[in-house]
């Protein structure tokens, strides 16, 4: 080629890099365009008091991926104009299928979220009877989990086929397959064990979210479930990590597996000239105005009868864990504190009895004198 062709051939190629550009950068214009007049008219709208979660969900959660998503999507509609080679053109054309495919699935994933709000809207978790929203909030975590999984490995597979050296990597692989499988197989058992152990607690539901657990001698609420762990909110805001087939392999208490309401146990040890019926009268008075007690429990029995003392059982109901915790302190403390004001000597005390020497036991080595 001789310095006279490269000399017209030059601006030529300068007029096709033009173009080019122009094409991309109007793709890209006019979707961010779409994009601030379509979001612009939702916040608008989103300004009415009545405006529903749907909308302010949608602007939430997709604002930042339709400013990519839309952009690549005019892009990919304008590329046709692009004055270019068949090799420029699919290079460009592959960068752009892969950007495209990349940020609809951030949409999809964030689409996940708007969908999760729109359930909670209508499921409140912090009522005081959530059984059934605790049963749904555990599938929906669980599912929601999944669902984003998915996307994200299609969109990976999608990408990565659209490459034909990489299908011809992965044709040559699934020869070996079985092998392949066996082996991941031994090495991730214990993470699949953990998977389906997932799918077994997200719809027979051994736990549940904020469920009341008492867990290798500690006692917590759920706090989340994930693909492999399940996370254990400790009274006192630790937080005990368990894998998930250990709900499936090992015993634990479920205090709230059918109901949040639960009795609570208050264990009392008197004297055995402590008046009951008077202790049982003022358990029933002070039980019956206070406000943590749902009116369904009150019982005070002689559960055993000690060598020093007696054991007196108090039982009363509450609705709910926490609730019933408290009623048992305060109902101990009030009465430990009745019977410290009115029958004293009816405390917990060792008796030591000595008995007077006789008199002809005493006298009789003087008389023999």
């Known amino acids: 080629m001789s310095s006279s062709d490269l000399g017209l051939d030059l601006p030529y190629q300068l007029s096709l890099a033009l173009d080019t550009a122009a094409v991309v950068l109007g793709g890209l214009a006019l979707g961010l365009l779409l994009k601030w007049l379509l979001f612009g008219l939702l916040r608008t709208y989103n300004r009415r008091h009545d405006a529903p979660l749907l909308t302010q969900s949608v602007v939430r959660w997709l604002s930042a991926p339709s400013a990519w998503f839309l952009p690549v999507l005019a892009l990919s509609f304008m590329l046709p104009l692009a004055p270019l080679g068949p090799k420029p053109f699919e290079v460009l054309r592959r960068i752009v299928e892969a950007l495209l495919i990349s940020t609809f699935a951030w949409g999809l994933v964030r689409t996940v ?38 996307i994200i490995f299609l969109a990976v597979a999608l990408i990565l086929m659209s490459f034909a050296t990489v299908r011809k990597i992965g044709t040559g692989l699934l020869t070996s397959a079985g092998i392949v499988s066996v082996i991941v197989g ?44 399940v996370v254990l909110r400790i009274w006192d805001e630790r937080r ?22 639960l009795l609570g146990s208050v264990f009392i040890h008197a ?7 008077a202790v049982r009268r003022e358990l029933e008075r002070v039980v019956a105005a206070h406000p943590l007690w749902d009116k369904r429990t009150c019982v005070l029995q002689v559960t055993d009868s000690k060598e020093r003392t007696l054991e007196l059982r108090i039982l009363v109901s509450a609705a709910n864990s926490s609730h019933a915790f408290d009623l048992r302190c305060d109902v101990r403390e009030r009465l430990v504190g009745f019977i410290q004001q009115h ?15 006789q008199a002809g036991l005493v006298a009789g080595p003087a008389a023999a004198e």
Do not use: M
């Open 113 to 150: 979220n708007v969908v999760e709000d729109l359930v909670q809207q209508h499921y409140r978790l912090g009522e005081a009877d959530n059984l059934r929203v605790r049963k749904l909030f555990t599938q929906l975590q669980f599912v929601r989990k999944l669902a984003v999984s998915l």
């Open 271 to 277: 004297d055995y000239t402590l008046p009951i019926e």
């Open 186 to 229: 031994f090495a991730a058992q214990r993470s699949i064990s953990n998977l389906l152990a997932g799918f077994q607690i997200a719809f027979t539901q051994p736990i549940r979210l904020d469920d009341v657990l008492v867990v290798e001698g500690e006692w917590g609420r759920v706090e989340e479930i994930t693909f492999t762990y």
């Open 240 to 261: 005990l990590v368990l894998p998930l087939n250990y709900f499936i392999e090992k015993p634990f208490q479920n205090w709230t597996r059918t109901t949040s309401q």
């Open 343 to 357: 029958y004293p000597e009816c405390l917990p005390r060792t008796r030591t009895v000595v008995d007077e020497p």
